[in-house]
């Protein structure tokens, strides 16, 4: 019992498990009474790597009591030939199938022995050999069907031997799983012939007709399984009652013997005639066929029976096919069929299934499938039957990404592999993965694939994981691929237009709405010069972006713009690639560049928020306090002023941008345009005085002053447009030990810094910090002391600056110092018992001056967004005139807000709420206006266009369609203003 033990254990580290093993071993002549025996240690070894042992080992024995004659030279060659070893050891040890056939015909073990096996050139010669009666003929009936089972068996063991050897026999050659399937795929032609040449013996009268075998599916794109049903569609021509005979009889014959052999892809399905002639395959199809038949077309590839006559089939249907996405729902219909598809899956095998499931076969095949039918219209690189072959043109094209299309490739590639060892199991069909449960036969794919242990886990649970990372990264590449919103908008672009001559391209521009079509092939030539990966992709997207900015207002203006951009940003890597695959990118940058002179200015400097537009949580979802923190950050971080301001600006370009394209889109209200745009703004006055202020601190050694900066007009009330200047104010203190003048000149020196580097000349809007509405204003100290500025007002304050002051708040610099201010003035801006007659008197004649004087000459006063009637001043000033008489008694009122100031006045009684309603409307009206203005000209503008492209764009950012009358909004404004208008001559003027 001890040695029998022990002997067991020996046979145990060659991976044996079978009780029986140690006796196979002992009559194959490899094991004594001690072990191993000399000379066996090859073949032991190459036992030990196979994917089961147990189940290669047992092959042997099987072919050893079939032949017994023979097994001495079948022992001597594993011995001495290593290729043959591996190749006959992997394939035992993988297929049980293919060990049945060798048992049971264990002479064609020899058809492993060459160092070639087989060329596929010759497979139909080998079938056709083994049909061969000997008299001119060829077999016929069961004995045909046995001849032709017994020879594709062996063929099915040459391939699956080269696909397996270098499993067990590392050094031997690895064919890559394309080659294993187009051999596959070569040998099913040769099936098919061979089952034509027994139809065309057995059928009578075949002379008669001609019939045509189109191969569909994996075997029309030469990517064959080990088991498959191989699709074909049948042409005919001459007596078809004899063609079908003839068809019939060769699926019968290559069904019993190879594969079944499917024609239900034929025009009506089941419910149709076996074959059709040409003609009739032509009306189907241009009359009848389904969106999904073209689709199955894509793959038709003629392989048996009359060649010519398969030929004019092929050429008949391919224009058809390269045409489908001109289909009406032709995308839609598509994205259907998968999900239907996948729906089929019963549940119990959903996250298991290879071929249906989610992430499984068919998200690659569809994915591909509808890239190649939409983008191939144009790109005859993409007019191929392979999966792979396809991706790649897919990927070399720009269609999709080079990574996805690698990882797609090596995802796909892997299931097709795991999908063959499967099946050769027990050469079935099947598609379905194994149970994380049955660690055996885990073990057994993974060995059988070439997994092999790793980071403490087994072969099979590697195996389990690979499975689940390819399975997910194929559904998330379906997903982003296959409904991706440019597809839709690609397919939309009739056929006929992406092959327009240069003359037809000018008409067709000019029908779209391009003023200068001339001008716009010039930009799409540019776009498109040269055979490189860029121009590819623009190719691509040009239709779509065409179209897209032909519903803008200024479809010239955004090709241009889309040029520049492009041009800006051809070295940025991700450029075209978000733009190709993300279609609400493309759709809202169209609309952008189409609309606003500002944005494209910014965005070639700020290429980053391109990335956001597809997402509306990063274009409009950050806070005004986040962006805030982060600018101050960022800035604080930089090593000098110099970096730190430009670092400021840059961010604050970004975050311009960021408002812009969201507001441009719809995505924000007025109120948060208008804080958004003052916060990063304080912001980098801000980090900028702190910046210049530890300068300036540095050089003197010492701190002779703190610094406080107010905010004031629009600043103050965070009520900025993109157009804005910065106006303020700035206090200083002495510091202990240091005079009044040496704070001011130290404050002085750090102001004046502040504004020059703020101030500089840059191609983004300016950055001007406005201190005019100092005492004094210009003529005056640009730094006071907060007892200079005290004395000012109590002596020799005006009416007018009570009112600038309404707008005052603490912004930048030291806190206590600014809080001071503001305590300081508040008895300045809310007087108590509110303003005398005299002084109610003087803020009404200096709106009316104000009005006068400042209008430019010539404007519309019914258009002026900021003087007109109804515009922001009326309303304003309204609010102010109130503040300055009431807010003694209304503390509500005692807010920098304008629209807070509307709302306390309600509350308060001051105004009906109708009429505040009104002033609000237009306030808000009147800024989206003027925000909309700079937007589009790309320059501060105060006046609504009066017509123009520059009004219907305005009117697009206000929510009105590209087919409404701009003209229609222009009414709306005045109507709105108008009735603001009537409100102030009362509030203001009359009360």
């Not at 187009?182 to 059928?203: C, H, I, K, W, Y």
């Not at 925000?931 to 017509?947: C, E, F, I, T, Y």
Request: glycine share 8%; with cysteine.
């Amino acid at each position: 019992m001890a040695d029998r033990a022990r002997l067991t254990a020996s046979a145990a580290r060659y991976g044996f498990t079978d009780e029986r093993a140690e006796g196979q071993l002992r009559a194959a002549g490899w094991w004594g009474a001690s072990g191993p025996v000399e000379g066996a240690a090859d073949v032991l070894a190459a036992l030990a790597r196979a994917a089961d042992p147990d189940l290669a080992l047992r092959g042997l024995d099987r072919i050893r009591e079939a032949d017994e004659a023979g097994w001495a030279e079948l022992a001597e060659a594993l011995r001495a030939h290593r290729t043959f070893r591996g190749r006959l050891v992997a394939v035992l040890g993988t297929s049980s199938a293919l060990a049945d056939y060798l048992a049971s015909h264990p002479a064609e073990w020899k058809r492993l022995t060459p160092e070639k096996p087989t060329r596929p050139e010759d497979y139909a010669g080998k079938l056709l050999a083994a049909l061969d009666a000997g008299d001119g003929t060829v077999l016929v009936r069961a004995e045909a069907e046995l001849a032709l089972r017994v020879a594709y068996r062996g063929l099915l063991l040459e391939i699956a031997a080269a696909d397996l050897g270098h499993l067990v026999e590392p050094g031997l050659a690895h064919p890559p799983y394309a080659e294993i399937a187009a051999q596959l795929s070569v040998a099913a032609e040769a099936a098919l012939r061979a089952g034509m040449a027994v139809a065309e013996q057995e059928v009578r009268r075949a002379d008669e007709a001609r019939l045509a075998v189109i191969a569909m599916g994996k075997c029309g794109g030469r990517e064959l399984n080990y088991v498959s049903d191989v699709d074909v569609i049948f042409v005919g021509d001459g007596d078809l009652q004899v063609a079908t005979r003839l068809a019939s009889t060769m699926m019968r014959v290559a069904g019993n013997a190879c594969f079944e052999v499917d024609a239900a892809l034929r025009p009506e399905g089941k419910a149709g005639a076996l074959v059709r002639t040409l003609d009739g395959h032509d009306a189907y199809y241009k009359k009848w066929a389904k969106t999904w038949e073209f689709q199955a077309l894509l793959k038709a590839r003629a392989v048996a029976g009359d060649a010519e006559l398969g030929q004019q089939y092929v050429d008949l249907v391919a224009p058809m096919v390269w045409a489908a996405a001109d289909r009406e729902n032709f995308v839609p219909e598509v994205q259907q069929m998968r999900r239907r598809v996948e729906g089929h899956v019963p549940t119990e095998h959903a996250e298991r299934e290879l071929k249906l499931g989610r992430g499984g076969l068919r998200d690659v095949e569809f994915a591909v499938q509808l890239l190649q039918l939409v983008h191939g219209r144009v790109d005859p690189e993409l007019h191929s039957p392979s999966t792979l072959d396809a991706l790649e043109a897919l990927g070399d094209g720009g269609y999709v990404g080079r990574s996805d299309a690698a990882e797609l490739e090596a995802s796909y590639e892997f299931l097709r592999t795991i999908e063959h060892r499967l099946q050769l199991r027990r050469l079935r069909r099947t598609h379905l993965f194994p149970e994380s449960s049955d660690r055996a036969e885990l073990r057994i794919l993974a060995r059988a694939t070439g997994i092999a242990p790793a980071r403490g886990k087994d072969a099979g649970e590697v195996l389990l994981a690979e499975f689940r990372r390819h399975v997910q990264r194929i559904r998330r590449l379906h997903e982003k691929l296959f409904y991706r919103p440019l597809l839709q908008s690609v397919a939309n672009v009739p056929t006929e237009e992406l092959r327009l001559t240069t003359k037809q391209a000018a008409s067709r521009l000019a029908a779209l709405g391009y003023t200068a079509p001339d001008g716009a092939l010039q930009h799409i030539k540019a776009l498109t010069a040269g055979v490189s990966r860029r121009a590819a992709i623009q190719q691509a997207l040009l239709p779509v972006l065409l179209a897209l900015f032909a519903d803008t207002a200024d479809p010239d203006g955004g090709l241009l713009s889309y040029r520049k951009v492009s041009e800006a940003l051809e070295e940025t890597p991700w450029y075209l690639r978000v733009l190709r695959d993300e279609g609400a990118v493309v759709e809202r940058l169209a609309f952008l560049l189409g609309t606003s002179k500002l944005v494209p200015d910014l965005l070639v400097r700020a290429p980053e928020v391109l990335q956001s537009l597809g997402d509306p949580a990063r274009l409009s979802g950050r806070t005004p306090q986040e962006v805030a923190t982060s600018l101050r950050a960022a800035v604080r971080r930089q090593p000098g002023l110099n970096s730190a301001v430009a670092t400021a600006r840059s961010l604050r370009r970004h975050e311009m941008l960021r408002v812009a394209s969201a507001d441009l889109l719809g995505m924000l209200e007025v109120p948060a345009v208008c804080d958004a745009l003052s916060t990063v703004w304080v912001s980098v006055l801000q980090s900028t005085l702190a910046a210049a202020y530890r300068k300036r601190q540095t050089e003197l050694g010492a701190t002779p002053a703190t610094i406080a900066v107010i905010g004031m007009g629009r600043l103050g009330g965070a009520e900025l447009g993109y157009g804005s200047d910065a106006d303020v104010l700035f206090v200083c203190e002495a510091a202990e030990g240091f005079s009044d003048s040496e704070a001011v000149r130290f404050a002085s020196s750090v102001v004046e810094t502040v504004r020059k580097m703020l101030g500089a000349p840059s191609p983004d809007p300016p950055l001007v910090v406005d201190a005019d509405l100092r005492p004094e204003g210009r003529n005056g100290p640009l730094v006071r002391t907060l007892d200079s500025y005290r004395a000012y007002y109590e002596r020799w304050g005006e009416v007018w600056e009570a009112q600038a002051l309404l707008r005052a708040r603490y912004i930048a610099g030291t806190d206590d110092l600014g809080e001071r201010f503001l305590a300081m003035i508040d008895p300045i801006r809310y007087p108590e018992g509110g303003l005398d007659t005299a002084k109610a008197r003087e803020v009404r004649r200096i709106k009316v001056r104000v009005e006068t004087e400042r209008m430019p000459k010539g404007a519309d006063p019914t258009r002026h967004t900021k003087l007109g009637r109804g515009g922001l001043a009326d309303v304003e000033w309204t609010v102010q005139l109130a503040q300055l008489q009431h807010a003694h008694a209304v503390p509500e009122l005692r807010t920098t807000s304008t629209l807070d100031a509307l709302s306390a006045m309600t509350a308060a009684g001051l105004a009906e709420e109708a009429d505040t309603e009104s002033l609000r409307e237009a306030w808000l009206l009147a800024t989206h206006v003027r925000n909309a203005g700079m937007l589009v000209r790309g320059k501060a503008v105060d006046q609504v266009p009066s017509s123009g492209r520059e009004l219907a764009a305005v009117a697009r950012i206000l929510g009105y369609s590209a087919d409404d009358d701009p003209g229609e909004f222009l009414d709306y404004y005045r109507r709105t203003t108008r009735r603001a208008h009537a409100v102030v001559d009362r509030l203001f003027y009359e009360n």
